[in-house]
């Protein structure tokens, strides 16, 4: 979190800037960024077990440039849980029907052998904004 | 919607857009504007394409033309070159390499390809608890705009230029509102955001809040900027607690950022932000309750006018508006109004956000431009229906809704088609279900969540919604009558029209719209006692009694053997069924289709279990059966003795009539004699049943031909008062190919009925069959136990898994070593010296789907081959035959089919006093079915000899004894497994016509009994009588 003062409207530019630079792997320090889909959906259908096998993997392996984050339900509920896996300078990768014993296996071959796990994989790319 | 010419689909995927793509946007508008084109081509920010390697990247629709590696200065090229002159510009297109194994596109996956996200478009992408992230995707751009670029008044008329309408379900212009609440002159005013997500099956409010609550944050700024609030209230349900802690973290990030609070982003203008926990009363949903909550009062709705706008919070001017209005409102004022109206109908602009649940593919929450169909949705993005059974209907708007039907699925998806179809959009829940849903049962499910919603303030809703939960559930309890339709539907225009708030006037749609869309089914539980979709447990008992034609009770005799009474068991197969050995052995069995064991395993072995018990009797040997009583004076004839006539016999013996039964062939049971093969139907066993008819009083005359040894007129002359004709179906169809005449070519029906009267029939090396029935198996494996036959084969034409024999008979068939050819069609049969030698067949291939809903096989051109033949038997069905009636005997013949017209109810002729049924009435069909339309007829003979109404009134289904449950361990409990029925060994089978299965042992009909999940002790009855219930 920055630091807490009010922001202008300029700020607002200026961390947009930042933060997309770093949540863009290719800019940013990370070789790799992990999104993990926390809705109520994804928790029910076990999104936390899957968070403490990547976490265990990643910690195992000791990388440093691997970004683990969290965000919201991705929609198709009953493929949950689901992972996002994006490697520097390479599209975006969607896993459902996740199990710890999936995560490993796309830690090790995925992450950090840099080859998709095509068995797990639920699509390549993202969505259609409007 | 609005029809562009082009779209240029521009990458706003992470990758396209740090390689520039949001410049590339702008350029292209700019120069499309330049050319003036805007009215003409649209520019849509997509996803990630997944080829971030090349961008940024744009994609030219329809062309499909995909432009790579762009840069600000090719686009007055493109403009120019593609979208003027129509010529694509071949240096800036991508040349695809060859590609090696295909990974799905997330934009070509069916789920997400018609999704259009605006209020989701965050989902997945932003970690909902950092601030930072949504701001990094043009978060609180739009507040930073409102508040220094726009007027109240501008952010007003922006709002409703875009044409949003509430979200919540009622589609309130969302402009509107807010304009009536901005002129109000008491302050302070209030903004509150509904989060009161209360419909079964809808969540899209919840993940929402959960995925991107600054969205909702900041579109409530801008609306409390623009009427002018400084307090705002997020009311969230307490039963969400990952929305409400995601909702005070990001209440907390935009405090310290200076977003909330005090002169927000140095602009002077000041908002506070704070969430309201509700407890979960659906009501609270309702605005005015809602509001009442807010204040600290108990939920419940007040009359409007006044509406909030005018008098809301605390008397003052308040906004409120559902989650998904709220999270709207900043991408209207990043992007501007006529981007937003440029998405949806006339009427509905932009998106709508559905949650698809129940009896659908794809669970999931979507975002569709509004006007799509239904059809799209829930088959194009949803996947259709699981198990490849049928859509049903579709209920949308959750409780307050209404369901749609199936004939309405190309209905597009706006405010007002569905109200008009007697559904609404409601927050967008939609349950879809199939055929196996019962509507009147699903009414009953949102009438008894409704009754218990209703806060009860006032009459219409709290009793109005109780009394038709009552009557809903006498007729799922198969105790209503046609007036309780009547007054249901009187009662729900009443509630509907008579309610104060949103929930009570709404409270009838469920039942009004099942009743307007599917009434039959209401009749079919008040009138025939029937719940087709087999839900309604109070009609259908258990669904194998219920679903079988003669009644059997098969839950209780299962009951009986699984506590090793078998006795018991063989009174209570016997009562309902003359012929239990041989059902035991050859029925088809609607029971196993619809046994709930099944559903989550494998169908419990009925058939198998009933031979059991008749096994058992028959190695105990139990006493020969007392004849039945003559008590009564009317003599009654029945034509026929196969399982029509004889069923018929049996039930008018037991009720005191003499009874004598004619048979034209020299041995009784028509069909299962003559066509079924001692392999599955041992002739001892068939006789079994017989004797036991015999012994029980029925008396039958062999070799007695109605139309040459006697006429009906002669039966009435000789003093019988009735007369039931079961002829049968014995007349084989032709083929209708050439050479049908020749020697060596058989019917099946004539060659199984010759071989099983002991009639010579001469056989040739090699016998080929055509057809795809039990006839066209028995003949086969008849033919290939012939010490003459070398080889058998079976041509049909179209698959394994459409042939309508049975798949265990087709099995042994292949195990013996008959052949079966499949997707093959005969066109000509050779000849030589008047013999067949063969026949000429055409491949075929499977094509669309016919009446009967199996594929209609198609034949491929000059695909010709020959089948040598020493011997054609056909099998392709037979007709009913009744050369022995006259014109004066007075009944009636479809024209069409050749059968006996009946009423189904009676089985009543034209001709008072005689009846039919079997197969000369229905054509070939079942054993039971046929055994069904005799015990039907014997009810109506009597009904007529006493002079009553032919017609008796439906009953519900109920076992006539309970039977106690028996206590089974984990590992029983958990045993999903069919017993598998003992065969004799392959070895033993070419020398002769011996039974093939061999029956159940006691240990495995015990385990297999032990399995059933006696469904028939569901009711009340039943819970009364085993002393579960009082």
Known sequence: MAAKKKLSIQDLA?????????????????????????????????????????????AKAKVQDVIVTTSGCAGLCNAEPM???????????????????????????????????????????????? | MKQYRAHLLVCAGTGCVSSGSFKIKEALEKEIRKRRLQDEVQVVATGCNGFCERGPIVMVQPDGIFYQLLKVEDVPRLVEEHLLKGRPVKKLMYVPPAEDKPVPKMKDIEFFKHQRLIVLRNRGRIDPEKIDEYIAFDGYEALGKALSKMTPDDILEEVSASGLRGRGGAGFPTGKKWAVCAKGKRTPKYIICNGDEGDPGAFMDRSVLEADPHAVIEGMIIGAKAIGAAKGFIYIRHEYPLAIKRVEIAIQQAREYGLLG????????????????????????????????????????????????????????????????????????????????????????????????????????????????????????GGGVPGGRAFKAVQIGGPSGGCIPAKLLDLPVDYESLTGAGAMMGSGGMIVMDDKTCMVDIAKYFLNFLRDESCGKCISCREGTQRMWELVSKITDGQGTLEDISLLEELAIAVKDASLCGLGQTAANPVLSTLRYFRAEYEKHVVDKRCPAMVCKEIVSAPCQYICPIDQEASSYIGLIAQKKYEEAFKVIRKDNPLPSVCGRVCSRAC????????????????????????????????????????????????????????????????????????????????????????????????????????????????????????????FQQGYKAVFLATGAHKPLEMGVPGEEAEGVLQALEYLKDHHLGIPVSLGARVVVIGG????????????????????????????????????????????????????????????????????CIRMKLGEKDASGRARPVPIPGSEFQVPADTLILAISERAYTPYLKDSDGLTLSPEWGTIIVDPASMATTRPGVFAGGDVVSGPSS?????????????????????????????????????????????????????????????????????????????LALKEARRCLRCELETRDAKKAIGREK
Not at chain 1, 17 to 24: G, I, N, Q, R
Not at chain 2, 304 to 311: D, E, L, N, Q
Not at chain 2, 794 to 806: D, G, N, S, V
């Open chain 1, 83 to 130: 992972a996002t896996i994006e490697l520097k300078g390479q599209p975006p990768v969607k896993y459902g029907d996740l199990t710890a014993e999936k995560m490993r296996k796309i830690v090790a071959q995925h992450i950090l052998g840099g080859k998709m796990v095509t068995e797990y994989v639920l699509g390549v790319g993202s969505e259609t904004m409007y």
């Open chain 2, 262 to 381: 005090k002169d927000i982003l140095g602009k002077g203008f000041d908002f506070e932000l704070e969430i309201v926990q509700g407890a979960g009363a659906f009501v609270s949903g309702e605005e005015t309750a809602l509001i009442a909550s807010v204040e600290g009062k108990i939920a419940m709705p007040r009359q409007r006018p006044p509406f909030p706008a005018h008098k809301g919070l605390w008397g003052s001017p308040t906004v409120i508006n559902n989650v998904e209005t709220w999270a709207t409102v900043a991408n209207i004022i990043r992007r501007g109004a006529k981007w937003y109206s440029g998405l949806g109908t006339d009427t509905s602009k932009g998106t709508k956000i559905f949650s698809l649940v129940g009896k659908i593919n794809n669970t999931g929450l979507v975002e569709v431009p509004m006007g799509i169909s239904l059809r799209e949705i829930i088959f194009g993005i």
């Open chain 2, 773 to 840: 029935g039990n006839s066209a198996v028995d003949a086969a494996r008849v033919a290939f136990r012939d010490k003459r036959v070398k080889q058998a084969t079976i041509l049909y034409r179209r698959t394994r898994k459409e042939m309508p024999a049975y798949p265990e008979e087709v099995e042994a068939g292949l195990e013996e070593g008959v052949k079966i050819e499949y997707l093959v069609a005969p066109v000509r049969i050779r000849i030589k010296d008047g013999r067949v030698v063969g026949v000429e």
């Open chain 1, 14 to 58: 200026k961390i947009r800037e930042k933060t997309k630079s770093l949540m863009t792997i290719r800019e940013g320090e990370g070789r790799a960024r992990v999104t993990v889909h926390m809705g109520t959906c994804g928790i029910a259908a076990g999104a936390r077990d899957i968070m403490d096998a990547l976490l265990a993997e990643i």
């Open chain 2, 592 to 715: 196993e289709s619809v046994c709930r064991a099944g559903e989550a395993g494998e169908p419990i072995a009925i058939r198998a279990l009933k031979r059991f018990v008749l096994d058992w009797a028959r190695e105990k040997g139990l006493p020969a059966p007392a004849r039945f009583p003559v008590t009564k004076a009317e003599k009654i004839a029945i034509i026929g003795a196969g399982p029509a006539g004889l069923a018929a016999g049996y039930e008018l013996v037991k009720k005191g009539y003499p009874v004598r039964v004619f048979e034209s062939l020299p041995v009784a049971g028509g069909m299962l004699r003559v066509t079924i093969p001692d392999h599955r139907l041992p002739k001892e066993r068939l006789q079994d049943d017989l004797d036991y008819l015999v012994g029980c009083g029925l008396n039958i005359k062999t070799n007695m031909t109605l139309g040459k040894d006697f006429t009906l007129d002669d039966l």
């Open chain 2, 927 to 1003: 054993v039971v079915e046929a055994m069904a339309a005799g015990k039907t007829a014997a009810r109506a003979i009597e009904c007529y000899l006493e002079g009553r109404s032919l017609v008796c009134p439906h009953e519900v289904t109920r076992p006539s004894v309970y039977v106690e449950p028996v206590k089974l361990t984990e590992e029983e409990a958990r045993n999903t497994k069919r017993a598998k029925m003992p065969h004799l060994p392959l070895g033993k089978r070419k020398s002769g016509h011996e039974e093939i299965e061999l029956g159940f042992t006691r240990e």
